[in-house]
């Protein structure tokens, strides 16, 4: 298995400025990937995250919006830029090896005010 | 468009009995499903895997059924205990080759002593 932390936990930001999160796993995964949870919905997958190359965005999410870099197989930063607050969210980092499970960090509460 | 749907927004069953949570699907060909727990402030935690080819898979108080012509996976806890209180999450594997997974809005359980 493999654990995966978030830095920051949690954040209450200004709006039109930009938070960066940070994803460590503690053993190499082949997938990262970023997701946000809204109050009571479910997770909806921002990103595909690829070591060395430019994310995999899905619809509606765009790279100027929620830049993601992966320099190797166990980090990932996810930033959230030029925030409103529809932004306000849990975002969440994940791993995954191949077919099998799906390792989730325990998420970064973001507040924009 | 693609939908997927938990039976119920939240589940209250007695200490002891099977709880039995279900997951609908439309316009998916899923490669594989899999099942996660969420409990409040934390990521989601993989609990089991179950691929089109399979109709069941048990771990031990767990057991998942995956019927493709249904569009149906049924998930259960046997001999529930409150400890078992959380919110439950169906997620799709897109199809085959794809990592990607889609999450239901999960069922919220509570286990009554």
């Known amino acids: 298995s493999a654990v995966i932390s978030q830095k920051p936990s949690r954040d209450i930001c200004q709006r039109g400025t930009s938070l960066t999160i940070q994803c460590q796993v503690d053993s190499q995964v082949t997938m990262m990937f970023w997701y946000r949870q809204q109050p009571g919905q479910s997770l909806t997958l921002i990103a595909t995250?690829?070591?060395?190359?430019?994310?995999?965005?899905e619809s509606g999410f765009v790279i100027d919006k929620f830049p993601i870099s992966r320099p190797n197989l166990t980090f990932s930063t996810l930033t959230v830029s030029n925030m409103s607050p529809e932004d306000s969210s849990i975002y969440l980092c994940?791993?995954?090896?191949?077919?099998?499970?799906?390792?989730f960090g325990p998420g970064t509460r973001l507040t924009v005010l | 468009s693609q939908k997927i749907e938990q039976n119920s927004e939240a589940l209250n069953i007695q200490e002891g009995k099977t709880a039995t949570l279900t997951c609908n699907y439309t316009n998916y060909s899923p490669a594989y499903l899999q099942w996660y727990r969420q409990d409040p402030g934390r990521g989601p935690v993989f609990l089991l895997l179950i691929r089109e080819n399979e109709k069941e898979k048990r771990k031990e108080r767990l057991k998942v059924t995956f019927d493709t012509t249904l569009k149906q996976s049924l998930f259960h806890i046997t001999a529930s205990q409150p400890a078992d209180s959380a919110t439950y999450l169906c997620a799709l594997g897109r199809g085959a080759g794809s990592y990607q997974l889609t999450f239901g809005k999960g069922t919220k359980l509570s286990v009554i002593p």
């Open positions: 995250a690829n070591q060395g190359s430019e994310a995999t965005y």
């Open positions: 994940s791993g995954r090896q191949g077919y099998s499970e799906q390792f």
